[in-house]
């Protein structure tokens, strides 16, 4: 059975600008309005769900609200610089240097802030901190970056 949320409807929503580093286009500081989708494989269980939807809600909103209306930076790439100084986020990437307020950055443990590899981080993280039931098989997370533009990433459980 699947279970699945879709953010569009749920309000599980965040705008937050980025760059892709060497991309022709996306590589100049850019902004999305992104929906995350989420979807759990298994069985029910005891309670006839196959898990709590508000578990699973509460998780994500706590995901994003670190994301919404922040500049996302990619924490573990090999070609952006990133330096905290202070109550600032200098940022190199290739000839371009921007500064950031700290508290307008998030800095992603991803190589990249493409949709596919955010959503890789939010799956990885939902299985780290959520205790799911032994119910759950897998976890796939999709994120929007506009509708009809979605990535999708699972993380099998069990």
Same mark, same amino acid.
């Given at each position: 059975m699947l279970l699945e949320i879709d953010?569009?409807?749920? *309000? $599980? #929503?965040? !705008?937050? /600008? =980025?760059?892709?580093?060497?991309h022709e286009k996306c590589s100049r500081l =850019? *902004? =999305?309005?992104? $929906?995350?989708?989420?979807?759990?494989e298994g069985d029910n269980g005891q309670d006839g769900m196959i898990m709590d939807f508000v578990v699973l809600k509460k998780a994500l909103r706590s995901m $994003? @609200?670190?994301? @919404? =209306?922040r500049t996302l930076l990619p924490a573990g790439s090999r070609e952006v610089s990133i330096r905290e100084e202070g109550g600032s986020v200098e940022v190199v990437n290739g000839c371009k240097r921007y500064v950031f307020p700290k508290e307008d950055v998030a800095l992603l443990d991803v190589p990249t802030t493409t949709a596919?590899? %955010? /959503? #890789? %981080?939010?799956a990885k993280r939902l299985v780290r901190d959520i205790d799911f039931p032994s119910n759950v098989r897998?976890? !796939?997370?999709?994120? @929007?970056?506009? #509708? *009809?533009q979605t990535a999708w990433y699972t993380e099998e459980i069990r």
């Open positions: 953010g569009g409807y749920s *309000g $599980i #929503r965040f !705008s937050a /600008c =980025h760059f892709i580093p060497r =850019h *902004g =999305h309005s992104y $929906i995350v989708r989420l979807r759990l $994003i @609200d670190e994301m @919404d =209306h596919e590899e %955010m /959503c #890789r %981080m939010m897998s976890v !796939s997370v999709g994120l @929007d970056e506009e #509708r *009809g």
